[in-house]
């Protein structure tokens, strides 16, 4: 089966910087995405991984580590709108497109 | 460029009682999946639709079918509702690229009474 974690609840300051964690175990792995999704509201995408290393898009960067089945979302100079649920999402190779498999989603509170 | 849409956004239902949920993917996509969330869980994979076939399924009964239509629309039907069956629904459409990022509609909130 296929196995996402990543923590259930983190709190950050406006300005700060926070690391969100994921790690996987997956069989045919093929990319890991990471959504925001606010209350209420569908999962908007915000970056996606296939290779190993750094991917940085503005204030947030994501990174990738096959070996380790481990990605991380690095969040800079947290702003209150940030506060959301962030989604660590697995694809995984099928009979055509890959599906999505998503760990529960990290909620994330930015205090002012 | 309209995104992902799905309609209606809010159905209330009764536990026996069948629905359908429908869902038009962003311009130039051709595939539709269908995911269901619980509150305060991630979203789980059901189905996947490319050419009109359900490609992969999740580990969801045979209650949940859905169908794809010739200009990549989708429906999700879900017959004899359960309590349990209360989450939101959401669709997510690719380009058919395995690469290629999922967007997602705006989800249904299904309550089952």
């Known amino acids: 089966g296929q196995n996402i974690d990543q923590p259930t609840e983190m709190t950050a300051t406006e300005g700060a910087i926070v690391q969100i964690n994921c790690t996987y175990q997956?069989?045919?792995?093929?990319?890991l995405f990471w959504y925001q999704q606010h209350a209420g509201e569908a999962p908007t995408f915000l970056s996606y991984?296939?290779?190993?290393g750094l991917e940085e898009k503005g204030r947030f960067s994501s990174f990738l580590s096959r070996s380790k089945g481990y990605s991380y979302l690095l969040l800079k100079e947290l702003q209150m709108k940030d506060s959301a649920s962030y989604l660590c999402a697995v694809r995984v190779r099928g009979s055509t497109l890959g599906r999505l498999y998503f760990g529960r989603g990290t909620q994330l509170t930015v205090w002012p | 460029d309209a995104g992902v849409t799905q309609s209606p956004t809010h159905l209330i239902k009764t536990r026996g009682q069948q629905v359908t949920l429908r869902c038009s993917p962003k311009?130039?996509?051709?595939?539709v999946s269908w995911y269901q969330q619980a509150l305060g869980q991630g979203p789980q994979f059901i189905f996947q639709?490319?050419?009109?076939?359900?490609?992969q399924r999740g580990n969801f009964p045979d209650r949940f079918s859905g169908h794809q239509f010739p200009n990549y629309s989708s429906e999700l039907n879900v017959n004899a509702l359960l309590l349990g069956d209360s989450a939101l629904y959401l669709c997510?459409?690719?380009?058919?690229?395995?690469?290629?990022?999922?967007?997602f509609g705006q989800g249904t909130r299904l309550t089952v009474v």
């Open positions: 639709y490319y050419e009109e076939e359900e490609r």
């Open positions: 997510a459409s690719s380009e058919g690229d395995i690469r290629a990022e999922a967007f």
């Open positions: 311009s130039g996509h051709d595939t």
């Open positions: 997956t069989s045919g792995f093929n990319g």
């Open positions: 991984n296939v290779l190993d």
